[in-house]
């Protein structure tokens, strides 16, 4: 089946420092999302990216999907306290398959 | 405000016990999900349903059994509760449309003793 892989599993950073996650799709996705948990919170949907080669902005977040539809990023300029949380990438199919996540630590 | 209600915040059950989670939307959506959440493992898909009456078996669907009776209920069974299944249940719908994202329940933990 699709499996969408996430690194790193576990990142700590200074506040103010950048941080980046990558996910990678063994097959080629119509498209992926990105969602946020919070801790001790569900995931909640951040952003989606359909076309290759996209970058889309959301204040300190940047995302890009890859040219061959199969890998994504996210990249947060300037971490704040309130970045917290596990970062998950999703292909979306006839279900959604969720990357492993990435745990963010913000050191104040 | 769209809502994707769980019926249990916390569950400790015994072993053996059959244990059944509730998750009711109201966003007239057809697609549910029921997904575990382990540390280091992401989010594992159990069961999903496209419609009334219908299921499809996840990634580990062993030990686990649905039901959707009504287009806003999916309910999650446990027939005979392991301590293995102790973990965090999440629930989540989306429209049948693609492209459109998941709205995901508050999460039932459970531990099973």
């Known amino acids: 089946g699709q499996q969408v892989m996430q690194i790193p599993q576990y990142q700590h950073v200074q506040e103010g420092e950048d941080f980046t996650t990558y996910c990678n799709s063994s097959t080629t996705l119509s498209n992926i999302q990105w969602y946020k948990q919070r801790p001790g919170g569900h995931p909640v949907f951040l952003i989606q990216l359909v076309k290759s080669g996209e970058v889309k902005k959301q204040k300190r977040l940047t995302f890009q999907f890859g040219e061959a539809k199969k890998n994504s990023s996210l990249h947060i300029t300037a971490t704040q306290t309130t970045d917290v949380g596990t970062y998950f990438c999703?292909?979306?199919?006839?279900?959604?398959?969720f990357g492993t996540g990435t745990s963010l630590t913000v050191i104040p | 405000d769209v809502k994707v209600t769980q019926s249990s915040r916390y569950l400790v059950k015994r072993t053996g016990e059959k244990v059944f989670l509730e998750c009711v939307q109201d966003?007239?959506?057809?697609?549910m999900f029921w997904y575990r959440q382990d540390p280091g493992l992401g989010l594992r898909l159990i069961y999903f349903s496209y419609d009334v009456k219908m299921k499809e078996k996840g990634d580990i669907p062993e030990g686990y059994s649905v039901s959707r009776e009504k287009k806003e209920r999916f309910s999650l069974i446990l027939e005979s509760a392991s301590t293995n299944q102790t973990s965090m249940y999440l629930c989540?719908?989306?429209?049948?449309?693609?492209?459109?994202?998941?709205?995901f329940g508050q999460g039932t933990r459970l531990t099973v003793v």
């Open positions: 966003m007239d959506h057809e697609n």
């Open positions: 989540a719908s989306s429209p049948r449309i693609r492209g459109r994202e998941a709205f």
């Open positions: 999703a292909g979306h199919g006839n279900q959604f398959y």
